[in-house]
């Protein structure tokens, strides 16, 4: 019995990969090495501009709701959100308040707590415009702040999650199944990093007490956190540091206004950020310069019908199949849209979904690493690979054999190789399995004749001493597979010894 | 006529970034309440069973294509900044920017 239950929510704000922003024609683009060079009229607020919706933003923003399994409004709208920050031009964020375009869905996510899939409710899913970029004077000294507006205007997600997780563990779950969708759904690149994916995480405490009435902590809302790994963290910190803030003060939700902590991801500490002087009053009314947006059943059905199929299918298709355990499914999935159809080509080319999946998660995905490159700047195709590996399947070529090929295949810089690569690689090599017995009993029984020492060796017991043999049979027959050609000499030796 | 406190009036006007000294409060507060006042009429409207209104004008769904438009280059974005060093519109400190 552990001594208060951890109550997560998670906020999370991904960028579409939209050629445009939301409201203009300008390019929407991760560009902070040239501030202020992707910006028009409509961008920096000038007066008399008017915004106009992306289509293409809207569409994005439906498929990842409808992937969350949220329930699509018929009817919505988009309202100013005002307050004064120098990133935001217009001094009001065009922002979605009480009527979403989405709400009530939920994602599946793997637990520490329970063995079953947790099922995180989504509250609601909204589009709005990114703020632009500031810029602080580091030193402390109060000097002025840089605005970039490059980002200003670029469409954005945001996706708020229920209080449904209870582990830190659990929430970046939450966040890797998320990324995992958005990316498989081509909507967001969620680099972190970039600030494509961003999340606040609220954290409260529930602490059981002995008369059976659960105490609950005030709720903090950490910012800052740029890895998901951070987000794990700052949470763990965050549980921590509340239990022995409570042990001390006693404070209980309600008993102070909601608090703000950043987290510094080099001293591994949740900080506490000054709160906005007033409490947020943003005054939200609806955008007279944009007119509703309403949502047929056809416009869902064409949407449904460009949906990609999700991770999770996915990986129970690759199990049922290829034959794949759930843990191979997994580790190819969860590599990306990418990499799962790479495999599906080799599994299907080859014939083999096990042997693909070895493969592909072994050789390809080590060469990947070594690279540091892309399965599009990979020298080898899916079909090239499945059909090297399909020599394998009809028992024309040893994994030896393959190997060799593969690295022949590899040396191909400049040029993909094609699957014609893969049979000329294997007869200038000499590597096609020699099945026929025949042949390769004559040639087995010439060179016993030539080594009579090597034969009275084993038959004196010294099976060690047939290895040269082995060489020579193989000089004569390239191909042959050397644990057959060992197995022969031996046997046809001991047997002239009777 | 409504009742606007003078805290009310201090709120409204933090929250437009407007600065009064105590005789203008009293004077803003004159005119608030009478504005209110004024937009109260509408309280009379019976609008029971009319379906709230998002935009004035019966027009719905106008998207545009996702494709690119002119931009602005740096110059033409900065020239009405009051302040910038030519790369950067540049700004009085940021006080709330955590601490």
């Known amino acids: ?498 | 006529m409504s009742k606007i406190s003078l805290d009310d009036v201090r709120k409204v006007a933090q929250l437009a970034n407007l600065t009064f000294n105590e005789d203008e409060l009293v004077e803003m507060q004159a005119h608030l309440a009478k504005t209110i006042g004024y937009v109260e009429i509408l309280n009379q409207v019976e609008t029971e069973g009319v379906a709230p209104m998002a935009h004035p004008i019966d027009v719905v769904d106008v998207f545009r294509d996702d494709v690119l438009t002119p931009m602005l280059s740096r110059e033409e974005a900065l020239q009405n900044a009051p302040k910038t060093d030519g790369q950067y519109f540049v700004v009085p400190a940021i006080l709330d920017a955590g601490e």
């Open chain 1, 1 to 498: 019995m552990t001594a208060y239950k951890l109550v997560i929510g998670l906020e999370v704000h991904s960028q579409l990969l939209t050629q445009t922003k939301l409201f203009s024609g300008c390019i929407n683009r991760f560009n902070p090495d040239a501030p202020n060079t992707q910006t028009d009229p409509v961008t920096i607020g000038l007066p008399g501009t008017l915004p106009v919706m992306n289509r293409k933003a809207f569409h994005l923003a439906v498929r990842t709701a409808m992937a969350l399994n949220c329930e699509i409004a018929r009817h919505t709208k988009w309202d100013r959100k005002q307050y004064f920050y120098p990133d935001l031009p217009k001094g009001y964020q065009i922002s979605q308040y009480d009527l979403p375009f989405s709400n009530n869905g939920y994602l599946e996510v793997e637990s520490d707590l329970t063995d079953d899939l947790k099922r995180v409710r989504i509250n609601r899913v909204h589009l709005e415009e990114d703020a632009g970029k500031n810029m602080h004077d580091e030193s402390g000294r109060g000097g002025d702040s840089l605005v970039d507006l490059n980002r200003a205007g670029t469409p954005l997600l945001e996706i708020v999650s229920e209080p449904d997780m209870n582990s830190a563990f659990e929430a970046r779950r939450y966040l890797e199944e998320l990324r995992l969708l958005l990316t498989y759904l081509g909507v967001s690149d969620c680099n972190m990093q970039e600030g494509s994916l961003r999340c606040d995480a609220n954290v409260n405490l529930h602490i059981p007490q002995e008369d059976g009435s659960v105490i609950a902590t005030p709720i903090v809302e950490v910012k800052n956190m740029n890895s998901i790994r951070g987000v794990e963290a700052a949470i763990q910190y965050e549980a921590t540091r509340q239990y022995k803030h409570w042990q001390k003060t006693g404070e209980t939700l309600g008993d102070v206004d909601k608090q703000t902590r950043g987290w510094d991801a080099d001293k591994s500490v949740t900080f506490a950020q000054r709160g906005k002087e007033e409490a947020s009053d943003y005054r939200y009314f609806p955008d007279p310069d944009l007119v509703p947006v309403t949502v047929s059943d056809e416009f869902l059905a064409q949407i449904r019908a460009d949906l990609l199929e999700f991770p999770q299918a996915r990986k129970k298709r690759f199990q049922s199949e290829f034959g794949l355990s759930e843990y191979d499914a997994g580790v190819i999935v969860d590599q990306g849209v990418e990499f799962a159809e790479y495999f599906e080509q080799v599994a299907k080319t080859s014939g083999d979904g096990k042997q693909a999946a070895n493969w592909v998660t072994q050789d390809v995905q080590r060469e990947l690493n070594d690279r540091g490159c892309t399965l599009s700047e990979f020298p080898i195709d899916a079909e090239t690979l499945g059909t090297l590996l399909q020599r394998i399947v009809a028992g024309d070529l040893a994994n030896k054999g393959a190997r060799d090929v593969f690295a022949a295949l590899l040396e191909n810089e400049g040029e993909r190789s094609s699957p014609a690569d893969v049979d000329r690689l294997i007869d200038e090599k000499g590597l096609k399995l020699v099945t026929d017995t025949g042949a390769l009993e004559g040639i087995v029984d010439a060179i016993i004749d030539k080594n009579e020492k090597v034969v009275a060796d084993v038959q004196g017991g010294k099976q060690q001493a047939v290895g040269p043999l082995i060489g020579q049979v193989m000089k004569e027959l390239k191909g042959a597979d050397p644990k057959t050609v060992r197995q022969m000499l031996i046997d046809r030796i001991l047997a002239r010894g009777n």
